[in-house]
């Protein structure tokens, strides 16, 4: 059975105080660590043995004569020999016992079961718990059918690779790094045999993830992220916020588009086929015809979590888009939790969200800015699930 949200409610309701902000050590942990001690939180980062080192040495945080901090973001590191050991139940009655809140991003979702966060996890975490679910494309209900529910367009589905008849996307994990992905394209039913047949002698899919793969329309555009944050303490019409807008590095995609037509097609055949592995983020803008239809998709957005997974979308969520010719988005992708991207405006902030709270704000400081406004005004039950 899903652990109640009136369970985690009256569990936070009664949580030790000072509260400590943690995290898993991948994705965007040092955004959520910098914003928690800019908010006067202790931080935490959970990280595997042998991929400690960013976050035990070299953001760690150094304290000062007076205890103040001179440097770094990182206050504490707890390491385990997988990250799936974190939900054990004696590191969970650790994190109760010092007041931890966990901040979901998507190597926590990714590498601790669903099933154990839904049902066994009993730690408070920040956002939306029953929405993680969501971004598993081979759920019967997943993000694309709560969009088309909400009305925000998507890209054009194909039933099956014989139906390809325009170039298209085809979506599965890879077949080692299932963090990362094992996408390819395809113009056409033989296109799609030649690359998948190859991709699986490379090692990069598996035959099993082919078959249950989304295929899907390439929307031809830039492509921007949109990371939204949606607070259930203010009125509803006030409740969302874009902070900022990202984009993707991705190799070794990045590294074909660069080169020429010419030189492309002089490569090894075995290097054409690009990667869409996630490297690094990029921070952009949008022009301002556009911002008043990007909002109406994070409203809408809202509205169907809010009607299908109650109480909603809590926190930060990230809707990922491509603009087409004439501007208008088409989302691709779903992150409901911090985005993937907001490394790009620690510290720093978002430029949109710079401009909101007049100052700057990044998605780690809101999300720590959203628990001690809760949690000052003994409302911290109601940003957790």
């Known amino acids: 059975m899903p652990?109640?949200?009136?369970?985690?409610?009256?569990?936070?309701?009664?949580?030790?105080?000072?509260?400590?902000?943690?995290?898993?050590?991948?994705?965007?942990?040092?955004?959520?660590?910098?914003?928690?001690?800019?908010?006067?939180?202790?931080?935490?980062?959970?990280?595997?043995?042998?991929?400690?080192?960013?976050?035990?040495?070299?953001?760690?945080?150094?304290?000062?004569?007076?205890?103040?901090?001179?440097?770094?973001?990182?206050?504490?590191?707890?390491?385990?020999?997988?990250?799936?050991?974190?939900?054990?139940?004696?590191?969970?009655?650790?994190m109760r016992a010092g007041g931890v809140l966990m901040v979901p991003n998507r190597a926590f979702s990714s590498y601790v079961p669903l099933a154990t966060i839904e049902e066994r996890f009993r730690v408070p975490i920040v956002g939306s718990r029953t929405l993680l679910r969501i971004e598993e494309r081979s759920e019967r209900e997943n993000y694309y059918t709560l969009l088309a529910k909400a009305g925000v367009p998507t890209p054009k589905p194909f039933s099956s690779p014989d139906a390809i008849d325009r170039l298209a996307i085809v979506k599965m994990p890879h077949a080692s790094r299932r963090l990362e992905r094992g996408f390819f394209t395809a113009a056409s039913p033989t296109e799609f045999r030649t690359k998948s047949e190859a991709l699986i002698a490379r090692g990069t899919i598996l035959p099993d993830d082919l078959t249950a793969a989304r295929i899907e329309?390439?929307?031809?555009?830039?492509?921007?992220?949109?990371?939204?944050?949606?607070?259930?303490?203010?009125?509803?019409?006030?409740?969302?916020?874009?902070?900022?807008?990202?984009?993707?590095?991705?190799?070794?995609?990045?590294?074909?588009?660069?080169?020429?037509?010419?030189?492309?097609?002089?490569?090894?055949?075995?290097?054409?086929?690009?990667?869409?592995?996630?490297?690094?983020?990029?921070?952009?803008?949008?022009?301002?015809?556009?911002?008043?239809?990007?909002?109406?998709?994070?409203?809408?957005?809202?509205?169907?979590?809010?009607?299908?997974?109650?109480p909603g979308i809590l926190g930060p969520f990230c809707l990922q888009t491509c603009l087409d010719k004439d501007?208008?988005?088409?989302?691709?992708?779903?992150?409901?939790?911090?985005?993937?991207?907001?490394?790009?405006?620690?510290?720093?902030?978002h430029p949109y969200g710079n401009a909101l709270y007049r100052g700057p704000m990044s998605t780690g400081r809101r999300i720590a800015l959203e628990i001690r406004r809760a949690s000052e005004d003994g409302r911290l039950a109601e940003v957790v699930s």
């Open 3 to 94: 652990i109640s949200t009136s369970e985690i409610r009256a569990l936070a309701a009664s949580y030790p105080r000072p509260l400590v902000v943690g995290t898993v050590g991948s994705h965007a942990a040092l955004d959520i660590a910098d914003g928690a001690v800019t908010e006067g939180f202790q931080s935490l980062v959970f990280a595997e043995k042998g991929r400690d080192a960013t976050y035990r040495q070299y953001f760690r945080t150094i304290l000062g004569l007076d205890g103040k901090r001179r440097r770094g973001c990182v206050d504490e590191v707890w390491t385990y020999g997988t990250f799936a050991e974190l939900a054990e139940p004696n590191s969970q009655e650790r």
């Open 217 to 310: 329309e390439y929307v031809l555009g830039p492509v921007f992220n949109f990371n939204f944050f949606f607070s259930p303490l203010v009125s509803r019409a006030d409740g969302l916020e874009l902070l900022g807008v990202d984009e993707r590095r991705e190799s070794n995609l990045d590294g074909l588009v660069r080169l020429p037509a010419a030189q492309q097609l002089e490569l090894p055949a075995s290097e054409r086929i690009p990667e869409y592995r996630v490297v690094g983020h990029g921070t952009l803008t949008v022009r301002e015809s556009i911002l008043e239809e990007v909002f109406r998709l994070g409203e809408r957005f809202v509205d169907a979590t809010q009607e299908r997974y109650p």
């Open 327 to 349: 501007g208008h988005p088409t989302v691709f992708d779903v992150a409901a939790r911090i985005g993937g991207g907001t490394n790009v405006h620690l510290g720093l902030g």
